[in-house]
């Protein structure tokens, strides 16, 4: 329905294959390699055999827009590629160097980032030979509100000394990750919108301490999410990416397309997660008849249908938006997918669960893991009611000015 | 998102000029005059007065596809009109000749009727001079199974003989009507499909009765939703639309158009339900603040606009397939905006209702009346029920060819 | 499970056969007579006969806690009761002169009223000679904040001078109704529990105006719920219930009582609709089976089941509580149930109306009249919203209070 | 509200004074000497402490309805301190050796065993010293509907032979586990009630295989769910509960009490994330409020209490009603707790997990445990689709009869 130009259906399709002949075969193989390491965190060989393949297909920074460094796919071209790899979370992301939060902090050194931050970090993440973690949010308070940031960084002399405590630092855990972007404050009383900066550390700066990893519904991801601890950790000024205070109008510019590859890989999820209960549906028998005829599983799977491609149309406008009119144009269908996408993924997975009764609550299919990965979406990066209190203040201001119209 | 072609925009324009100028005003007029003429069922001459301007205006059978009769739009380039529309349902309908059921019967005596059907009944249809009904639905029997439909049309000499009970014939109490189209079995015996036949019926043909008037939630509708009672009436046997045992397949016919233009209306009447949930929430305190600074509200408004697009964009989608692939290959989605459209519209306005309190229930706003009118639409042309089994079925199908595939 | 006395069980099955003999039989004739006046305010024969019948059965003023003009059931023993009535809302309520808000104000006159009130309204209210309303709700402000009330009752000499507009003043279009008890302020500046008082106001008093009957959805409810304008209206002082200030007092006071009856009463519309649903679905056929063979439909019968039963053990609760530890202990319960039971009803009546299509939103059954009248029980009385706030205040203390007492 | 005796009473407040005394202290130390094992399946000296306080406080084998092993409590009694053990469902149960599902396999040896069974198998689980499991769900079918089990136990001369999977064959990795009860098929051509017996089998018999422990989410219960492999295992036939084609009548018996004890568990749990809900709303600030002030927040506490004890209110009925008439008669109740309490704990979880954001998905607080465990009771005994299935069933029966009665 929306127009993509050939190059991106070619892409697609391109896409399509790699997972049907290298994606999903490795999926039993990846499960083993990791039971057979003992390590939750281990990396295992199958990623880089994927990665290595995915670069010669070309099927490389699919995300990134700049010509340069990949195809330069539009939000709305990308979007529908994120969706694909949704479908094998732990797979495809990161085969196609397209893995949070590597794309957010790539697209950040991109934009922000010195010579010699690129030189340094952005090309070693370009080539997938590196990994890198993004520290903003805070245990001690709600960080959903900006203001309530406690990281100090402060200017001493040619360095900035930073002291705080960030948790939920997503890959920090990565075998491969050499680098964190920090969000801090330089300064705290300045007007809110300006206190905070973001910076390059790199994770051996002496005084980062990687407390513990958070497990999620009691998994250990493999990428980790640290608490991260910043006792007088100094680095040279030049670690700042664009200038003192420009941290929140940074934040705003990554925001945008993680929100779309979020919510287009969530989607992904709802998708194999349809396509897992119709198959135990129609394989499982009770009182005579395989659930899949009986009409309260044929109203979740027609349920299922209709809110995922409601939630898909949603997150394609809104890339199609940030693509034609600006993220700012575009900010109540950015929260909106946020609060939309996850809910509509968690309530197709929960269900799929439901019929696959034991099995779906244990590793025997990955709806568990789907549930425990969508849940924190509900949370991270603001949770469901800051966006939808962004969505209900634009609409009264609508209205507002609607009604002065008059 | 949708790319749609600068005439539509243009349309789009002249009609939103229309409601501002012409609609809106005249609804405080349409209110006075029908509760000053004591009949439900009126005729106000408000109406005709809009329906002349609209004329004049060029704004008059926007719905039909055929550029003959009206300016040819697509479906996708109505669906928008549709929902301005939606937003005055009491008149802009009427006022542009885009009033259901009389725009899926003159689709149908575009398509199947013959020459004298048209000149008969199509074109003062088309010229808004006579309004017409459609009787399909049965009291005795669950109607959403074709197969149940009761009535007998039986072939005697030139003639068919009608005998059978209607129900839920809308428009047939509206004081212009003059013809029904009517749906029976001509082979009762047939295969399941084959079974049925459409016939034109004028009204004042002996052995119709109208039996009743059929409330919803209280309300005498002015267009009437009539019982009908078929005995022994005798038509030509040119009274049939195509030929004997294709009912099944007109019927198919009219039915995606109908969707996109319900389900189209029902968003703009969401859209008019959000806006007075606003306007009351602002204007309203208690214990200190406004209801609009309470966060239950702020939930309400985002989840009402959330939902309010996805449902849009949902139905555009519909519409966009039915133009360039067919109503066949959009079964899934007219059969899922059918389910989502209502259900949204349902739950924005029941929220409206709630803000404003006992006002919300009354007749000082018109919330009370849509909550009813969409009520019906999750019954009407089969329940939601029937259509979520015809996605799942359609589902189902999908994913064992998937399967079988591999 | 409860338990309730011998003699309220024999008051129990006294009732059921009541409905049995009386009741339910007198349905159709009561349509049917209400059809024939041709006004929806009439008040038809067949009432007074069953008023007569139940009075001579001992079934007369059941509600009332005072031994001298009834049984003298507790909370709990007449809530067993309230249900059954709620079965058959438009007859059986009126019928044992256990018709709201005339249960209320009979209980604030007995409580509150002086011997001259007693003598010329609540000795014919208990004898079911003539009804009453009482007139809260102003159009004009939020009235949950009772704060918000501008009805003003200032004193002239002997009398007070009443000026205001007051809305959904029920029963106030009955045939019978004679007397207000009206609640405004004597002192608009005075702390804010102390602002009101309540004044028994004759109906024919100069000064007041039934200005219109507001309908619900589309129904003219026989009793009406009138918008009263007072202009000048004087009263003797004697008009005072209690003392000047006592308002807020008072409406405390009747406040508990009427919730019961009102939850109790739509939990027995909800399982009347319960059994209509299921009559339905035993009758119907689609796609080669009845309704009630189908999954969906059986989850919502197996949901009703539960939903019901939960609501009513919580609004028993409620009156077990208020007559052992009086309605101050019970206040989360009394709130608790004006959000839950509603809320149960009107999704089992919902559901009803989904499975009888079109005859559900139609007057062929009650359940769209159901519908409507329990929809204003959301509203009436105060929202849900601001009962959640009330539980949820009361618990956010609890917590404080436990965590300061470790 | 429920009259209880005095005893039931002062068990309450001393298993009170337990839990504030010993078993909440004793939670952080658990968790530290589990974390400090490194072993999932770790048995920690401090439950042993709390074992050997409560059997000297005599709050001990508190769940057995037998007075010689405990104090003979009803179900409704032992229903209340049920609900305070799932407040700290780690410890309390465990301590007070109240943990299923040892608890249903002592009932079920104390009605069904030999004496030979008792001595050897009852005595020391009443007394804590082992722990057992039950083995009766399959992973190749649904076990659901009992007649699709395909374990088999083959008469042998004086033995049987068994041979199956099992699996979520819970409490089969505690470290005292010494003992399984398993279901299978004797007669599986007999009649579809009379095809199960129930044999107890000692975990170290020869051909007993512990393939794997299933992780729920992806936690590792500390008791562990085993999938159990039965390869020509032989017992002896007194292995036999009761008589040959007695398994389902067995499992019937062993239905009603675990079913009270997961829900009252259950609400324990939703208790205590309520309370944690509340704790986080007070504590955590945003945009210049604390979270309990805003009314989306307080909504959600409200319709946690409201919810919670509508469920709680249906379990004490389903067990008064075991108590007093029986769990035939209580077969709707006990089908109707089993859909109501989870789903209603599972509510209130998710909704303090989102309260308390990334805290609330790792494991500084019980919360994700709590909500992993809960999302099994959807599943555990069948899903919530067979006991709605159960209750549509009973409903429909109960209509018919009352149809035919007029």
Same mark, same amino acid.
């Given at each position: ?21 290298? /994606? ?16 939750? @965190? ?23 827009? &700049? ?5 330069? $796919? ?6 529908? $590629? *994120? ?10 992301? +990161?085969?196609?160097?397209?893995? *949070? ?15 010699? @931050? ?7 993440? $370009? ?13 001690? /308070? ?12 402060? !200017? ?36 809110? @919108? ?5 910076? /390059? ?42 200038? +003192? ?24 999820? *709802? ?5 897992? $209960?119709? &198959? ?44 034609? /009119? ?53 949370? *991270? &990066? ?16 609508? !209205?507002?000015? +609607?009604?002065?119209? !008059?």
């Amino acid at each position: 329905m929306f127009d993509v130009s050939d190059r991106a259906k070619e892409y697609q399709e391109r896409l399509l294959s790699f997972m049907d002949e290298h /994606v999903y075969p490795a999926e039993a193989v990846y499960e083993a390699q990791m039971r057979e390491s003992g390590d939750p @965190h281990f990396h295992p060989p199958v990623l880089e055999e994927l990665k290595a393949e995915a670069r010669k297909q070309g099927l490389w920074n699919l995300f990134h827009p &700049d010509p340069r460094w990949g195809p330069g $796919l539009t939000n709305l071209e990308y979007a529908m $590629l *994120a969706e694909t790899m949704g479908r094998s979370a732990h797979l495809a992301p +990161e085969a196609t160097n397209c893995n *949070a939060p590597d794309t957010g902090n790539m697209e950040v050194l991109t934009l922000f980032g010195t010579e010699e @931050h690129k030189e340094k970090w952005l090309k070693p993440l $370009l080539a997938g030979e590196i990994a890198s973690a993004f520290a903003m949010t805070e245990p001690a /308070v709600a960080s959903s509100d900006a203001r309530n940031i406690e990281m100090r960084m402060v !200017r001493d002399g040619d360095d900035y000394v930073l002291n705080g405590r960030k948790w939920w630092t997503s890959n920090a855990l990565h075998k491969n990750c050499r680098v964190l972007i920090v969000m801090g404050k330089t300064d705290p009383d300045g007007p809110s @919108h300006r206190q905070q900066s973001m910076m /390059v550390v790199p994770l051996d700066t002496p005084g980062v301490t990687l407390l513990r990893n958070l497990p999620v519904f009691g998994y250990q991801d493999r990428e980790g999410h640290a608490e991260v601890l910043f006792e007088d950790v100094r680095v040279p000024h030049t670690a700042l990416l664009a200038g +003192e205070g420009d941290g929140f109008m940074i934040s705003q510019a990554r925001l945008g397309p993680g929100r779309i590859h979020h919510c287009m890989r969530s989607i992904g999820m *709802a998708e194999r997660a349809l396509d897992l $209960l119709i &198959d135990r549906a129609q394989s499982r028998t009770t009182f005579g008849a395989p659930l899949s005829e009986r009409a309260n599983i044929q109203d979740w799977i027609a349920e299922a249908r209709i809110e995922i491609d409601m939630a898909r149309l949603l997150t394609l406008k809104a890339a199609h938006l940030m693509d034609t /009119v600006g993220n700012k144009q575009a900010r109540t269908e950015i929260a909106a997918i946020k609060v939309a996408a996850p809910e509509v993924a968690l309530k197709v997975v929960d269900r799929a669960i439901q019929v696959h009764g034991g099995a779906g609550v244990c590793d025997d299919f990955p709806l568990a893991s789907m549930y425990a990965h969508l849940r924190t979406l509900r949370l *991270a &990066d603001g949770p469901d009611e800051v966006h939808k209190r962004t969505i209900a203040l634009r609409e009264l201001r609508r !209205r507002e000015t +609607e009604r002065n119209a !008059r």
